[in-house]
């Protein structure tokens, strides 16, 4: 089964987010805080990481920077609100190398395809990284 790792407290708490990902077919790991992702990212099969840029306790750019040193074909899913500065974080997040950006609320079909798209893109990664060696 593809591991997604969740990070936010509106994504976890309020949405049917985990609900919605566990009916397509994915296992999902909650995470609580920012370190919780990164244990995950090294101890568990993570396919995908979908991290809320409105994390109340802040360092999500500083995550998904360092998920990017460390595990630079992990694909990184970022979401942000419908707020004025929510333009500001999906463009700090997409230079840092979050892999796709998306603003909620955003629909089932949306977050589905973009889900998909991104392990479609990383198993399309491995297979010519095992062709060129």
């Keep these: 089964m593809r591991n997604i790792v969740l990070l936010g407290g509106d994504l976890v708490s309020s ?6 990902l ?5 296992g999902v790991l ?10 995950a990212a090294v101890t ?9 840029l409105d994390f109340p306790g802040g360092g999500v750019l500083n995550l998904i920077d ?10 990184v899913l970022a979401l942000v609100g419908a707020e004025d500065d929510g ?10 190398g979050a892999d796709r950006c998306l603003r909620r609320p955003v629909t089932l079909a949306d977050l589905h395809g ?3 798209r991104e392990l ?14």
């Design 22 to 26: 566990e009916g397509f077919g994915y």
């Design 15 to 20: 949405l049917p987010l985990p609900r919605v």
């Design 30 to 39: 909650s995470a609580a805080e920012p370190d919780d992702v990164l244990y």
């Design 87 to 96: 333009d500001l974080y999906l463009e700090a997040a997409e230079r840092i």
């Design 114 to 116: 973009a889900v998909s």
């Design 120 to 133: 479609r893109r990383t198993r399309q990664r491995a297979r010519g990284r095992g062709q060129a060696a």
């Design 44 to 52: 568990e099969k993570v396919a995908l990481i979908i991290i809320d």
């Design 66 to 75: 360092t998920l990017k040193q460390g595990h630079d074909t992990l694909p």
